[in-house]
């Protein structure tokens, strides 16, 4: 064991050169060690002197990976010791081990001296090293030097000069382009992609990814992104994944996110027409790739960049795809989201009154998906700030819904895309809904037929000297040998006989519907106060059907008559108010009632809040008033007198037969005390209580339709918890959910609804007949038999007119945004293209040629690049959102018009904010555009005609009508 030699030797730091790897064996030699280090102080003497002790001038070193003094010195751009070398006999096209030559290290470092002294000398322009990469794969990596400076682009011009080639691909397929573009060199990008090797700019590496691709994800420079899109790069193209640049720059991880860069390089993608439509290979697009970053809240200074990010993917058009992408924009950029659901309502043409006009609703961005909520939380570079939410996770249509209620951005039910998809889904539930009100309906009739048939018990029954007389069987003298058994009379025995077994029936099914609702969660349960009102009934109704009462109505013992027992009846007059009152509510579910009984249960809440807070100034007067007057029976206690006191706040003074019928010592004291009570309590009090009931109607008339809504949402949850409880049976469950889905077996579906369709009599004839009947085909057939060419009509979805027109002006409104900026787009890059070509005709600057702030918004060369972070220009319109606080203080709707800033003017993003402007606010942008563009024109025309005065006529004329576009 002590013979074998190690097989592993320790190298420290000092032993090592820096650029070199380490590698196992023998210590370098001596010599070579002093000639690297003359090589780093540029000591040529130190050179000479090394290889006159010796050392060959093409020794190889293993420890350094085969370098030679000669690779050293190029690698250090050191021109006078690399001619020393080769006036020694070194060989110009050695290689390391690695498969570098001298000039490949002179190349990538920039050495432009190095690299025409060793091209003088012989070296091959284009060696390749193990991983296929040539000098100009080095050079235009621009890993070693400033990779704008004119050296390295010196070196690139060098070695093309000498014949190396750009198309020459390396190990991973990358063109030196790929690695220019990578480095985020704007003019080694102009020089590798110029002349015939302009048509470069949109090859594939292994990966898929084209120069652009490496632009993004590369020293993120925007002057190499603004270069390859001048030199015309394809800016959807697509790598292995599916990604696109736009892709790219949204997803960037947060490792390397650079928010200055990423935000402009988006800006520059979006304003030279990337789609915002495009997906990956995983179908995700641009925002929610960019809504993923939303997890990295914890990072300082990330939200307002993402906020940048998702505002100008939103302006382009950009929808939301799934739940995933809603439950970050309700939670991070809730005022985005009404304007990100306008993309979900789509119609096929712009005529409103067209019979052809379709309205497509896209319900994608209300599914969700759990289990891919739970992979993406997963998959986050960092951890979350908080857990999925509870509503996301229970598998249920409206779980989006539910968590929009959850989060407190109610407002967001306002739009036409949620209200479509409440309405289709009540319409699903409306039936088990109505079942369940006539069911309650009839046990309420039965509770009530009960009570009123039911007679009650004497008063001398109930007092506690003739308890013995309440029995259910009494038994009369032994010599009568009558029987007294408790019975009704004849004309009550029928009536109270069918109540008793009705009510009977109806109360064991309510027992049954409170089990299976307290079972599916108690804890919801008793926050509801539907549920409270059913189980106080369920306690009390049974202590009216059993332990009746009799009193015996003949001396001589033969009948004994049932009644309703003292504590019986105070246990009915509470169960029938409480039944009643139950009934008012389920009621109130129903969309045109939802609002009286929401009006309703707001105000009872507001007059106790009151109460409660003024219930100090009746105790005082009541107490008052008890001590002066407890002689009276009004009086006589101090819950009477409270109770005196509130009839009292009412107007029920009786001041007559209270003040003034027994006049004593304290009858001023009363009297001053009444007309103190009747100020403070009954003018103050009651017409304050008044005016904050009228005030509050008119806080409820402004929020009804999303407090109704908000009803609508809850009923759907709690239907659907009903349906999933584990005590009923799995086959039934299923039948029932698919009752009462809209989704289906799509993944995204789609509804289809033709305002403007009219059907004629035998469509109609054979709707309403499928419908009743409910078989289909078999009504295809017998229409098919009698009505020749007869079509069946796909099954038409209803709306109501008022949401038919609320979704169709956000879906026309869309529709003719979409169509103009197409028209646009068109226009700008005919008028670029002509400027372009009038402008190179002139001899004048291309836009080329001319810096990136001074080009326009077009496609190719054009591109406004805004001079700090803090002042970006959108190329639209641009949302603000420092309102994303509470749900109320915040104007969610679509229509609210609260600014309209210009793109030609910057705006500072993270300092000024306000809530969403109106989209129609975008056409004002278009036009702005528009004539920013004619002005262009003109200015192209007036030179045009200057150059036209100035030249002889047989010179080169350009027409005025070249560069005129019909817009």
């Not at 690399?82 to 990538?108: K, Q």
């Not at 979006?270 to 990295?296: F, I, P």
């Not at 000297?465 to 408790?486: E, F, G, R």
Request: aromatic residues 8%.
């Amino acid at each position: 064991m002590t013979g074998r030699k190690p097989l592993f030797r320790y190298v420290s730091w000092e032993d090592s050169i820096p650029g070199t790897p380490l590698s196992r064996g023998p210590k370098p030699d001596v010599r070579f060690l002093a000639l690297l280090e003359a090589l780093k102080t540029r000591y040529v003497q130190g050179v000479r002197d090394q290889l006159l002790q010796g050392l060959p001038v093409n020794y190889r070193e293993p420890a350094l990976g085969n370098k030679t003094p000669l690779i050293c010195a190029s690698e250090y751009g050191f021109v006078e010791a690399v001619a020393e070398l080769l006036g020694a006999g070194a060989n110009v096209s050695i290689a390391d081990a690695t498969g570098a030559t001298p000039l490949h290290m002179a190349a990538g470092g920039g050495h432009f001296s190095t690299v025409r002294l060793l091209l003088s000398r012989g070296a091959h322009v284009d060696p390749l090293d193990t991983h296929a990469s040539t000098p100009l794969h080095y050079a235009a990596r621009g890993d070693k030097q400033d990779p704008g400076s004119s050296n390295m682009v010196g070196v690139v011009e060098l070695l093309l000069s000498a014949g190396a080639r750009c198309g020459l691909r390396d190990g991973e397929g990358r063109l030196p382009l790929h690695n220019a573009a990578h480095a985020g060199s704007a003019k080694l990008i102009r020089v590798l992609a110029a002349g015939a090797y302009k048509a470069t700019v949109n090859l594939k590496d292994n990966e898929g990814r084209t120069p652009l691709h490496c632009a993004v994800l590369g020293a993120r420079s925007l002057d190499a992104v603004a270069a390859m899109i001048e030199l015309g790069s394809n800016i959807d193209s697509r790598d292995a994944q599916g990604h696109t640049s736009l892709h790219l720059a949204a997803k960037r991880q947060v490792n390397y996110v650079d928010d200055e860069f990423d935000g402009t390089c988006l800006e520059l993608l979006l304003s030279h027409g990337a789609s915002v439509a495009a997906k990956n290979d995983e179908g995700y697009n641009g925002l929610t790739l960019a809504l993923r970053r939303t997890m990295w809240f914890g990072r300082p200074g990330a939200r307002d960049h993402i906020l940048h990010a998702v505002q100008q993917l939103v302006a382009k058009g950009s929808c939301v795809q799934d739940g995933f992408a809603m439950w970050r924009m309700v939670e991070s950029f809730p005022s985005l989201v009404p304007v990100a659901l306008n993309r979900s309502v789509c119609a096929n043409t712009s005529a409103r009154d067209s019979p052809h006009l379709r309205l497509d609703f896209d319900f994608g961005p209300l599914s969700v998906n759990a289990q891919q909520l739970r992979e993406i939380q997963r998959q986050s570079p960092l951890n979350p700030q908080s857990e999925l939410p509870s509503p996301l996770l229970g598998d249920s249509e409206v779980a989006m819904l539910h968590y929009i209620l959850w989060a407190g951005r109610k407002r967001l039910l306002l739009h036409p895309l949620c209200k479509a998809y409440l309405h289709l889904k009540w319409s699903k539930i409306r039936k088990y809904f109505l079942a369940n009100v006539i069911f309650y309906f009839l046990f309420v009739l039965s509770l009530t037929a009960f009570l009123l048939s039911s007679s009650n018990c004497p008063e001398h029954t109930n007092d506690a000297s003739n308890t013995s007389a309440q029995i259910t069987n009494l038994t009369t003298d032994a010599n009568s040998k009558a029987t007294a058994v408790c019975r009704w009379t004849a004309l009550e025995a029928g009536v109270v006989g069918l109540t008793w077994w009705c009510l009977v029936i109806f109360s064991a099914l309510l027992d049954l519907r409170e089990v299976i609702q307290v079972t599916q969660n108690p804890f919801i349960y008793i926050y509801n106060l539907g549920n409270l009102l059913d189980a106080a009934l369920v306690l009390c109704v049974p202590q009216l059907l059993v332990g009746r009462s009799a009193y015996e109505m003949e001396t001589n013992g033969e009948l004994a008559v049932c009644c309703l027992a003292l504590w019986q009846q105070q246990v009915g007059a509470i169960a029938i108010i409480l039944a009643w009152v139950r009934l008012m509510l389920f009621t109130g579910q129903f969309p045109s009632c939802g609002v009286y009984i929401v009006m309703f249960s707001t105000v009872a809440k507001n007059v106790l809040k009151f109460m409660a807070m003024y219930v100090f100034v009746l105790v005082a007067f009541a107490l008052g008033f008890y001590v002066l007057l407890r002689s009276l029976p009004t009086f006589r206690t101090p819950a009477t007198a409270l109770i005196t006191s509130l009839v009292m706040m009412t107007g029920e003074l009786n001041y007559e037969s209270t003040f003034l019928a027994e006049p004593s010592g304290s009858s001023v004291l009363c009297i001053f005390i009444l007309v103190v009570f009747i100020v403070l309590v009954y003018i103050i009090l009651s017409n304050l209580l008044v005016g904050l009931a009228v005030s509050d109607m008119y806080a409820i008339q402004q929020r009804s339709e999303v407090l109704q809504l908000t009803q609508h949402v809850e009923l759907m949850i709690q239907v659907e918890a009903l349906f999933k409880n584990r005590l009923i049976p799995q086959k039934m469950q299923q039948c029932l959910l698919s009752s009462i889905g809209i989704m289906g077996s799509q993944e995204k579906p789609i509804v289809s609804v033709y305002p403007n369709l009219t059907r004629g009599f035998s469509d109609t004839v054979f709707l309403f007949f499928s419908r009743v009947i409910g078989t289909r085909r078999l009504m295809i057939k017998l229409f098919e038999i009698f009505i020749s060419g007869f079509i069946p009509p796909e099954h038409e979805v209803s709306l109501p007119s008022q949401l038919m027109r609320e979704a169709l002006d956000v879906a026309l409104r869309e529709h003719e945004l979409d169509k103009r900026e197409r028209l646009l787009h068109l226009r700008a890059l005919q008028i670029g293209a002509s400027g372009h070509h009038k402008q190179g005709q002139l001899g004048q600057p291309s836009q080329a040629q001319l810096p990136i702030s001074q080009t326009t918004l077009t496609r190719g060369p054009s591109y406004i690049r805004p001079a700090t972070k803090g002042a970006r220009s959108s190329w639209r319109w641009t949302f603000m959102s420092d309102t994303d606080g509470e749900d109320d203080s915040v104007n969610m709707l679509p229509t609210a018009v609260l600014g309209q800033p210009s793109i030609w003017s910057s705006h500072p993003v993270a300092t000024q904010r306000t809530v969403i402007p109106d989209p129609n606010a975008r056409l004002e942008e278009l036009r702005n555009i528009l004539i920013h563009l004619e002005d262009k024109v003109e200015k192209i025309s007036v030179v045009i005609q200057q150059r036209d005065t100035d030249c002889p006529p047989s010179s080169q004329t350009i027409h005025r009508a070249d560069t005129e576009v019909a817009v």
